[in-house]
């Protein structure tokens, strides 16, 4: 019996990311849309912004806004003032008043007073913050320009305010980093007693000074033994906190994991709003310019920023629901599959899964295909053995 492939729900209730490409610093490992802050048109920015998002919501009208996420370069970068035209904008233009997460990006010392009432005033209910590392020499040396004392000053400020829905971005296998030094971050993260962590292993990023740096051997990374190490041991300190891993990167108290994140891996669309912003909607993923010149003109002009499309075969959409899928603990569900697909996952996937879950690397239960732990760890192997595998099907 074949069933038919379901509407998405997604269609009329979207969710929207949100880029602010401007920073104060630049650092060193980034490879993000970004341009240090000083002499660019920050307001002209704010209003194309708004544009965009005009425009796309008259082509593609919502009726809800599920998730909003802010984020950047550093939209704590923005003053006060521009910080509150961009969120007045956005209530203006999206159904706000259905958005289940409201997120902005910060970083520790950008976040004053002033920007921090802004945020409260127009409700924004999580906030996500760039620490990194605890270990302030190492904070130098990848280019932030936060302390750990800048931490725990707005760790304090954000609970003078009553905010309790924050998440940090912690960053391990840095350059130079000991296992001690890792440890002394996971245990001060921990005790700040936050409902959410994200945890990120250094990944060179081409065109970054840390790629340079690698290449002209001027630094080493951590081994591979001990970044395995370090994730090992987060996860174990993690769960010991009561803090549940509900994806590769992430840990959260119940009821307090990502809603937009989980709007990625559940692979809904979603729109991508500001320059080098990435959106998917209705099968097709798109790009906007990047450079903020590249990104205004066509704005100037009343015509949308987008710079490459790319619609995605059926082919295509099931790879898509299966590697974003298994990012998550619980794994890619074999029911949405076929209810989205009209085909069964084991139809498609049957023999690499047998294969690998023999490997201990998945593990399969009546609902469900996921990870174990150590398929966790080497996550990119489980994703291109499915590849090799459709590959030679296919042939």
Not at 27 to 46: A, H, M, S, T
Not at 229 to 239: G, L, N, R, S
Not at 269 to 284: C, I, K, R
């Amino acid at each position: 019996m074949i069933h038919p492939v379901i509407e998405e729900k997604s269609e009329t209730n979207i969710s929207a990311y949100i880029h602010i490409p401007f920073c104060e610093h630049i650092c060193y490992y980034c490879d993000f849309n970004k341009v240090f802050l000083e002499g660019q048109p920050v307001d002209e920015y704010i209003e194309a912004l708004l544009k965009e998002m005009t425009l796309t919501i008259e082509r593609y009208p919502i009726t809800a806004s599920e998730t909003i996420y802010v984020g950047g370069g550093t939209p704590t970068s923005l003053t006060a003032k521009q910080l509150d035209r961009l969120l007045s904008g956005i209530h203006q233009i999206l159904p706000t008043s259905t958005t289940k997460e409201f997120t902005v990006e910060a970083n520790p010392g950008d976040l004053s007073e002033d920007k921090m009432i802004v945020l409260k005033n127009h409700g924004i209910d999580r906030l996500s913050m760039g620490v990194q590392t605890f270990d302030d020499r190492l904070l130098k040396k990848i280019g932030r320009k936060h302390t750990a004392a800048d931490v725990y000053d707005t760790v304090k400020m954000l609970e003078k305010h009553d905010f309790k829905n924050v998440t940090i971005d912690l960053i391990y296998a840095l350059p130079g980093q000991t296992m001690e030094s890792f440890r002394d971050t996971l245990t001060r993260a921990i005790d700040l007693g936050l409902p959410h962590y994200a945890m990120y292993s250094l990944i060179l990023e081409n065109k970054t000074m840390f790629m340079n740096w690698v290449r002209q051997g001027r630094m080493a990374l951590p081994s591979q033994e001990a970044e395995t190490q370090m994730f090992d041991e987060a996860i174990e300190a993690m769960a010991k906190a009561g803090l549940n891993q509900y994806e590769i990167s992430n840990f959260a108290r119940p009821g307090y994991e990502s809603k937009h994140n989980m709007m990625y891996w559940n692979n809904a669309h979603y729109f991508g709003f500001g320059a080098g912003a990435s959106g998917y909607l209705d099968q097709t993923r798109y790009k906007n310019k990047g450079p903020i010149q590249h990104y205004l003109r066509p704005l100037r002009e009343g015509k949308l920023p987008v710079h490459e499309r790319e619609v995605l075969t059926r082919e295509n959409q099931m790879e898509e629901e299966l590697f974003l899928g298994l990012r998550k603990k619980r794994g890619v569900s074999k029911t949405r599959f076929q209810q989205k697909f009209a085909v069964s996952f084991h139809e498609v996937y049957g023999s690499v899964t047998q294969k690998l879950v023999a490997k201990g690397w998945l593990a399969e239960d009546l609902d469900n295909v996921y990870l174990t732990k150590a398929g966790m760890f080497i996550g990119n192997d489980v994703f291109e053995a499915f590849l090799i595998d459709q590959e030679s099907t296919s042939n």
